[in-house]
Each structure stands twice: as C-alpha cells, then as structure tokens.
C-alpha cells in the first residue's frame, strides 16, 4: 500500500502545481470519507471535509438512483469562496480538489481529469 500511497502523493502534488495557486488542496479518498491521501496548502480540515463530500456524494448519487438517472460522474459546487470539485475514480475512491473561486475552472476540469486517469491506473 505504501508504493500506491506514494504515487498517488505524487500525482496530487503535480496536480497542485498544474493548477498552481487557485488550489487549495487536493484528496483521494474512501467512499466512506477515510483518507488514502491528500495535499494540502492551507489550513484546511481535510478528514472533516473527505468526511462530509462523501456523504454528499452519497445523498446526490442516491437522489439520482432514484430518479432514474444513474450516479454522478463529476459534482462541481461553490462553497464560500472556495469550489470543490468532486469525481468518482473507480467504485470505491472519490478524487477531491479544493479550489479558490477565482480559478480558472476550465484548466482545473482538464487537470482534474488527467490525475483522475492516472490515479485509476495506479489503483486498479
């Protein structure tokens, strides 16, 4: 587990330096909320924050089960000053980015997207 850790540590570093300053931290994390692992450059909570995005994911996924649309792909939401961007990796791991409000959202969607690809070739 540890090599996995490590790669996936190093994955989420250089998609912090992709991003650059806009973001705040970034994390792979359990369906469930546990950490695998995460970057950060604030302050931030981040096992608070896995902790509650996935339960958000959860509730969405579940919502949408039920209205017959299947499950999401990708949840972009505003919260305070900050986006968040949450996508599924496989079915057990969620890829979080916390980002500030005024990034350029496009290149952190295409950014976001290539770590998700290289995180799921190291996991599977």
């Known amino acids: 587990m540890s090599r996995i850790n490590n790669e996936v540590g190093s994955i ?3 998609l912090a330096m992709d991003i650059g300053n806009g973001i705040v931290g970034a994390m792979l994390i359990y369906r469930n909320g546990f950490i695998i692992s995460s970057v ?4 931030v909570n981040m096992k608070s924050l896995g902790a509650v995005l996935a339960a958000i994911k959860g509730s969405i996924d579940k919502m949408l089960g039920r209205a017959g649309l299947g499950s999401s792909d990708l949840i972009v939401t505003r919260a305070g000053e900050y986006i968040l961007i949450i ?10 980015s916390i980002l500030r ?3 350029d959202l496009g290149l952190a969607l295409l ?3 290539n770590a998700r690809e290289k995180i799921g070739k190291v996991i599977q």
Not at 40 to 43: A, I, K, Q
């Open 111 to 113: 950014v976001v997207e």
């Open 87 to 96: 996508t599924p990796v496989n079915q057990s791991t969620l890829l979080i």
């Open 101 to 103: 409000e005024l990034t």
């Open 40 to 43: 950060s450059r604030n302050s």
């Open 12 to 14: 989420l570093r250089s």
